[in-house]
């Protein structure tokens, strides 16, 4: 983990060098390492009761999360419910790795917390048949990185004038936060009822809407050595570089579901129709 993270950094550093440039070789290098193939998308519903079940809740569903999973069982719910799950993390700590004797301080610090989802489930009659009708919020997934880190690098170089030579330094400083944040939300409407005996149907639509922003700000300064014939310094330069990356994403497909209660067994059958979860992404360097 450690190897892959010094790496990544080094990544940004190559970023980094380059950046003002604005090429596509440059956009390309940003996509590789903020693409969204790398988030951990989860299309389910929520509910650390459901959640903890596995598929296996597709044949209950029968609490307040049923429209976001098997809208067929929520025929059973007697009540109106609401229900609501938050959740928050703190990461913290520090370390420091070495790449070619040059130290690298890596600093994890900042929190998320966010509500994970917002249930609400009412019973009604529509012309003397019994529904159940629900809303759901449900956080499909978060990201969440704040990093910092700081990295020096002092080199000898050997500078030659005439007959003398002169030994000199030449130093690269980083200094940089990235950080990333948002994810992925689904919202869902779905009813339920009884279909013939002990089966019983349910439908829903899932609207997906949310977006991630990914960011690094970067500050590098590059000491170049000093002729000392003339005294002058060659290279000396500072960068102070932004990246922004926003992805913004939305999507709706529908959820279909049957449901068998009987005595002593039960079972379901639940189909998601396909669907692009389509991605309006916007990139920027500065």
Same mark, same amino acid.
């Given at each position: 983990?450690?190897?892959?993270?010094? *790496?990544? #950094?080094?990544?940004? +550093?190559?970023?980094? !060098?380059?950046?003002?440039? $604005? &090429?596509?070789?440059?956009?390309?290098? /940003?996509?590789?390492?903020?693409?969204?193939?790398?988030?951990?998308?989860?299309?389910?519903?929520?509910?650390?009761?459901?959640?903890?079940?596995?598929?296996?809740?597709?044949?209950?569903?029968?609490?307040?999360?049923?429209?976001?999973?098997?809208?067929?069982?929520?025929?059973?719910?007697?009540?109106?419910?609401?229900?609501?799950?938050?959740?928050?993390?703190?990461?913290?700590?520090?370390?420091?790795?070495?790449?070619?004797?040059?130290?690298?301080?890596?600093?994890?610090?900042?929190?998320?917390?966010?509500?994970?989802?917002?249930?609400?489930?009412?019973?009604?009659?529509?012309?003397?048949?019994?529904?159940?009708?629900? *809303?759901? #919020?449900?956080?499909? +997934?978060?990201?969440? !990185?704040?990093?910092?880190? $700081? &990295?020096?690098?002092?080199?000898?170089? /050997?500078?030659?004038?005439?007959?003398?030579?002169?030994?000199?330094?030449?130093?690269?400083?980083?200094?940089?936060?990235?950080?990333?944040?948002?994810?992925?939300?689904?919202?869902?409407?779905?009813?339920?009822?009884?279909?013939?005996?002990?089966?019983?149907?349910?439908?829903?639509?899932?609207?997906?809407?949310?977006?991630?922003?990914?960011?690094?700000?970067?500050?590098?300064?590059?000491?170049?050595?000093?002729?000392?014939?003339?005294?002058?310094?060659?290279?000396?330069?500072?960068?102070?570089?932004?990246?922004?990356?926003?992805?913004?994403?939305?999507?709706?497909?529908?959820?279909?579901?049957?449901?068998?209660?009987?005595?002593?067994?039960?079972?379901?059958?639940?189909?998601? !129709?396909?669907?692009?979860?389509?991605?309006?992404?916007?990139?920027?360097?500065?």
């Amino acid at each position: 983990m450690k190897k892959s993270l010094i *790496a990544f #950094l080094f990544v940004i +550093f190559a970023i980094s !060098t380059v950046s003002y440039a $604005q &090429s596509e070789q440059d956009i390309d290098l /940003i996509e590789s390492a903020t693409s969204y193939n790398f988030y951990n998308f989860d299309f389910v519903g929520s509910g650390a009761r459901a959640k903890g079940m596995g598929n296996a809740f597709l044949a209950i569903s029968n609490d307040a999360t049923s429209g976001a999973w098997n809208p067929a069982g929520m025929f059973e719910i007697e009540k109106s419910v609401i229900s609501l799950n938050y959740s928050s993390l703190s990461p913290s700590g520090n370390s420091t790795s070495l790449f070619n004797s040059n130290p690298i301080t890596i600093d994890h610090s900042g929190s998320i917390g966010e509500i994970s989802s917002f249930n609400f489930v009412s019973p009604l009659r529509i012309k003397g048949h019994p529904f159940v009708f629900s *809303a759901n #919020l449900t956080r499909n +997934f978060d990201n969440f !990185t704040n990093i910092k880190y $700081q &990295s020096s690098i002092t080199r000898l170089n /050997i500078v030659p004038a005439g007959v003398v030579v002169y030994f000199d330094t030449v130093g690269f400083d980083v200094n940089a936060e990235i950080k990333s944040t948002g994810g992925l939300n689904s919202i869902n409407f779905g009813m339920g009822t009884r279909f013939y005996g002990n089966v019983s149907f349910g439908a829903a639509v899932n609207i997906y809407t949310g977006h991630t922003l990914y960011e690094i700000l970067q500050t590098a300064t590059t000491d170049g050595p000093t002729w000392r014939v003339t005294a002058r310094q060659f290279g000396a330069i500072d960068q102070y570089i932004t990246i922004r990356d926003t992805n913004k994403f939305s999507g709706t497909n529908v959820t279909l579901g049957l449901k068998y209660n009987g005595e002593r067994t039960s079972g379901a059958l639940v189909i998601r !129709t396909p669907f692009e979860l389509s991605e309006n992404r916007e990139q920027a360097i500065y």
